[in-house]
T-cell receptor, first 111, second 116 residues
């Protein structure tokens, strides 16, 4: 299983762009990189997934360098409602595969 | 799309009783479902993985006789906490993954279990 390392916490002011980096040095060839957001007392919510290069959707961008040993989640113009824990997961699901949640990054958005 | 419903959202029970938690994928077929446990201010801890029609695969340290998992159909998995004790009090979360988006887990809202 690919182990992930993220900063424990980050602070940002409202309206700023936030970049959260995740290290996954032993990522396997078949592994995908997936980011989730979790609010207190709720289940995680899927944000974005990628395999290589850059992926963008309506809420975030995901940057993955060529060696895939790290990835960066970019949240444009954060608001107070983006205060949450963000998890980076690496692996594949389905069959008997599994992924393991790391510690996550607690993002605090400040007014 | 990709909605997972988890019930109940909150349950209080007496010590020694059993509690069943349901996890349903509402708009997709879930070939794999996962059950997690989360303590306050901690990350999610995988308890078991279940594939439809197969026995669940439990993580090391998780008692399979205490946490019974059934994945009888492609849209329903249940977790039964048998003979619950106060130390079983926690936040339990299920997730489902299917062929539509094979490597994405869609999570339920979680169940807060309090054992008195």
């Amino acid at each position: 299983l690919a182990k992930t390392t993220q900063p424990i916490s980050m602070d940002s002011y409202e309206g700023q762009e936030v970049n959260i980096t995740c290290s996954h040095n032993n990522i396997a060839t078949n592994d995908y990189i997936t980011w989730y957001q979790q609010f207190p007392s709720q289940g995680p919510r899927f944000i974005i997934q990628g395999y290589k290069t850059k992926v963008t959707n309506e809420v975030a961008s995901l940057f993955i360098p060529a060696d895939r040993k790290s990835s960066t989640l970019s949240l444009p113009r954060v608001s107070l409602s983006d205060t949450a824990v963000y998890y980076c997961l690496v692996g594949v699901t389905g069959g008997y595969q599994k992924v393991t949640f790391g510690t996550g990054t607690k993002l605090q958005v400040i007014p | 799309g990709a909605v997972v419903s988890q019930h109940p959202s909150w349950v209080i029970c007496k010590s020694g009783t059993s509690v069943k938690i349901e996890c349903r994928s509402l708009d997709f077929q879930a070939t794999t479902m996962f059950w997690y446990r989360q303590f306050p201010k901690q990350s999610l801890m995988l308890m078991a993985t279940s594939n439809e029609g197969s026995k669940a695969t439990y993580e090391q340290g998780v008692e399979k006789d205490k946490f019974l998992i059934n994945h009888a159909s492609l849209t329903l998995s249940t977790l039964t906490v048998t003979s619950a004790h106060p130390e079983d009090s926690s936040f339990y979360i299920c997730s489902a993954s299917g062929a539509v988006a094979k490597n994405i887990q869609y999570f339920g809202a979680g169940t807060r279990l309090s054992v008195l």
